[in-house]
T-cell receptor, first 114, second 114 residues
């Protein structure tokens, strides 16, 4: 069965520190992978996506993620956290064949400490 | 460009009342998705449409929920009768067949059933 797992429902980092949010997926077909961010009382906004090609993808606000097929992972990183990065982050997967069901992880709430 | 537009943003109703949530997708998008977000269950796909036709409604919790898409620019999600456990934020999202397939989300409708 296809699934997405986000390790850590809450992550706290100091301002200026590395941000690492983990995402692992399970899929029997090639995946498309996404990271979305949700600020309070707002909808989800796309941060970045992987479809094909380069496995290191860069997104908005200095975030990037690397697709590692051997590890079935798509972890999100940012070298230096900013207070404005405090939000909830969702990893999502859909598939290159079959239905267009998007499966979302349970989310990771990022807290940035001053 | 206008994004996905949802209404109402907030709805407070009493148990047993009918609730109708509305969504206008991005013009030209041919897929429309309805999601429900709660603290306990995260982001759940309820139903999605392709070219106004429901493709997968397996996530609709029970017969009290129904969704329609009478044309390419409008969709409704109806709950009748509503129950307190339906309290959640309901998101509409759309996507185009073209491109890498990211979802574009509305800002959500926060439903409270008393």
């Amino acid at each position: 069965a296809q699934s997405v797992t986000q390790l850590g429902s809450h992550v706290s980092v100091s301002e200026g520190a590395l941000v690492l949010l983990r995402c692992n997926y399970s899929s029997s077909v090639p995946p498309y992978l996404f990271w979305y961010v949700q600020y309070p009382n707002q909808g989800l906004q796309l941060l970045l996506k992987y479809t094909t090609g380069a496995t290191l993808v860069k997104g908005i606000n200095g975030f990037e993620a690397e697709f590692k097929k051997s590890e079935t992972s798509f972890h999100l990183t940012k070298p230096s956290a900013h207070m404005s990065d405090a939000a909830e982050y969702f990893c999502a997967v859909t598939f290159t064949s079959g239905t267009y069901k998007y499966i979302f992880g349970t989310g990771t709430r990022l807290k940035v400490l001053a | 460009d206008a994004g996905v537009i949802q209404s109402p943003r907030h709805e407070v109703t009493e148990m047993g009342q009918e609730v109708t949530l509305r969504c206008k997708p991005i013009s030209g998008h041919d897929y429309l998705f309805w999601y429900r977000q709660t603290m306990m269950r995260g982001l759940e796909l309820l139903i999605y449409f392709n070219n106004n036709v429901p493709i997968d409604d397996s996530g609709m919790p029970e017969d009290r929920f129904s969704a329609k898409m009478p044309n390419a620019s409008f969709s409704t999600l109806k709950i009748q009768p509503s129950e307190p456990r339906d309290s959640a934020v309901y998101f509409c999202a759309s996507k185009s067949t073209q491109g890498a397939g990211e979802l574009f989300f509305g800002e959500g409708s926060r439903l409270t059933v008393l």
